[in-house]
C-alpha cells in the first residue's frame, strides 16, 4: 500500500519532466531535421503554413507603417505598389520559408534563394560554432518560457540583433509557429 503513493509520485514527477522539457526536445528534433535534410521530421516540428503567415504579416505591417512614414498614403500610385510590394512579400516568403531557409534563419544568417540545408552530420552540429563555417541552427541561442503554452528561443543574428523563434504547445506535443523578426 505504502508502495502506490510512491509510484503515483514518480510517475507524476516523470510526467511533468517531460513536459518542461517538451520546448527544448523540439528544437532539438528541429536542429536535428535540419541537418541531417529531413523533411518530414520538420514538417512534424515547424507548422510551414502558420510560419509563412506570420512571416508575410510582420513585412507587410514593416511595409505600411514605412509607406505611412514617408506620406505615401494619400498618393494613388504608391498605393499601387505597396500593393505590388504586398504580393512580392509573399511570393519572397513562400520561396526563403523552407527547410533550407529555415536553416539560415535558425542559425542567425540570412537566407538565399535556392540554398542547401547543411550537410554536416549530427554529430557536427553539436559541436560548438568555430567561427570558421556555417553557423548550426540556434547557435549560442536563449531559451525563455513565456507562459505553459508558448515558449521563445531567441537567436543572435549576424549584425548582433536577436530574433525569436517562437514554440506553441498543443496537447504535449510543440511547434514552431513563428519567428519574429528584429524591428529594425
Not at 32 to 48: A, C, I, K, N, S
Not at 71 to 100: C, M, W, Y
Not at 140 to 163: K, Q
Request: net charge negative; hydrophobic share 45%.
Amino acid at each position: 500500500m505504502k508502495l502506490l503513493p510512491l509510484l503515483l509520485a514518480v510517475a507524476l514527477l516523470l510526467g511533468l519532466g517531460y513536459v518542461a522539457a517538451g520546448p527544448y526536445l523540439t528544437v532539438a528534433q528541429i536542429r536535428t531535421g535540419l541537418v541531417e535534410r529531413d523533411p518530414v521530421m520538420l514538417e512534424q516540428h515547424v507548422d510551414f503554413p502558420r510560419l509563412r503567415a506570420g512571416l508575410k504579416d510582420q513585412l507587410n505591417v514593416r511595409l505600411l507603417e514605412e509607406a505611412q512614414d514617408d506620406g505615401e498614403t494619400s498618393n494613388p500610385l504608391a498605393l499601387a505598389l505597396v500593393g505590388l510590394a504586398t504580393q512580392l512579400i509573399d511570393k519572397v516568403v513562400d520561396t526563403f520559408v523552407t527547410p533550407a531557409g529555415l536553416a539560415r534563419i535558425m542559425a542567425g544568417e540570412t537566407p538565399e534563394p535556392g540554398a542547401e540545408l547543411p550537410t554536416a552530420p549530427v554529430e557536427e552540429a553539436d559541436a560548438p560554432d568555430d567561427g570558421g563555417g556555417e553557423r548550426r541552427p540556434f547557435a549560442d541561442a536563449r531559451y525563455v518560457y513565456d507562459d505553459l503554452d508558448t515558449f521563445s528561443v531567441w537567436v543572435p543574428t549576424e549584425d548582433g540583433r536577436e530574433l525569436r523563434c517562437v514554440l506553441e504547445r498543443d496537447g504535449l506535443r510543440w511547434r514552431l509557429v513563428n519567428i519574429v523578426l528584429p524591428r529594425d
